[in-house]
């Protein structure tokens, strides 16, 4: 796990219960990264994720009340995150991954291993983008995030073995996804 | 999709050490690891921090939200009244007392209807109730147990409609009513109740 410095989780949201607005911003600061980058990864585009962070963010802060275990919080948040993702890819008419946004192009004055790394990056979005939605945050839970088992069951609401046959299944997709590009 | 290696997936999930593993399968596992790290090290974007606490700044600064919240919302009220006024107030409050109890009764509007909230709730200390009516705010309609039996009552008008709720136990448990015919999954994956008012004067 890793190491956080400042007011512990617990501390943040029983001050912003307690009236203090401002403690919801560390708590949004401390988490919003994370989360972008996982919405980021499951809808496949950057301004998509950035609504559904913004809009899921403001949920929490009303519904903080009902986070039950705050020592839990991140889960609770990529909860929340999560569902909004689920509810905008179900918007979508085919479900499929669009690439909204056009990836980090790199500086000119970059050099030859970032140019690299740009379209490195841009291979495995465009892999990540071919598997279902299910598996592309099954994967991203797990490997991204880093998130245990027992964390990704909190996150999704899926039963454990449930969520390592679908990362099973999402690494095999992956891998020939990746192969089939190189 | 060709299934891979089971051993490629134990080395991955931390069960077997991956130096047990023969060169072409550890090829794979860090094949794998470096894809994950390129999509974690990728930037994520602009930041919301900004953007969503300015929207929380707005609904707090929103003075429909604030009249709401004082309506609702225990809090003290002082009452300073001139000398004049106090005869007439003191005949008021005697009129309403013997008023008969019908008279005294919920008012309804036209778009509104009767919510009778019932749980059991043996040794609990107090019980109310949370849900879309009142924005999930705790502190508003508390539920009353009168003769200690453990069964917790509330009669409040709400407006016609479906409503999400849910109850909350001592201040800290979140329940369903189980009693409830209804119920859907919220985003934090919990099962709201729900109730459908129907409107009295239809």
Redesign the interface.
Known sequence: MDVREGPSDAEMVARVLGGD?EA??LI??RY??GL??FA??VLGG??A??DA??E????A???L??C?DPTRLRT?LY??VA??CKSHLARRATGDVSLDDAP?IADPADNEAALE?VE??AL??Q??ATLSPDKREA??LK????MSYQEMAAVT?ERIPTL?MR???A??????A?EERS | MNPIDSRIHQALDGEIPREALPPELRRVVERLESTAALLAAAPEGRSVADRVLARLHRQARSPVRRLARWLTAPHPVTLRIRPVWSLALAATLVLLTLLPEERSALVLGEHEGIAQFVARFPGAHSVQVVGSFNDWRTGTIPLEDRDGDGVWRAVVVLPAGAHEYMFVVDDERWVPDYSSNRFVEDDFGRENSVLIVQPVKG
């Open positions: 607005r919801f911003g949004v600061r919003e990264s972008l980058r980021t990864r950057r301004d994720a950035a962070v913004a899921s963010l403001v949920r802060y009303r519904h009340a009902s039950r609770w909860r929340i569902n909004r980090p790394r490195q990056l495995v979005e892999a990540l994967f991203v490997h991204v995030e880093g609401g390592k990362v099973h299944r690494r095999e997709a992956l891998l020939k990746l």
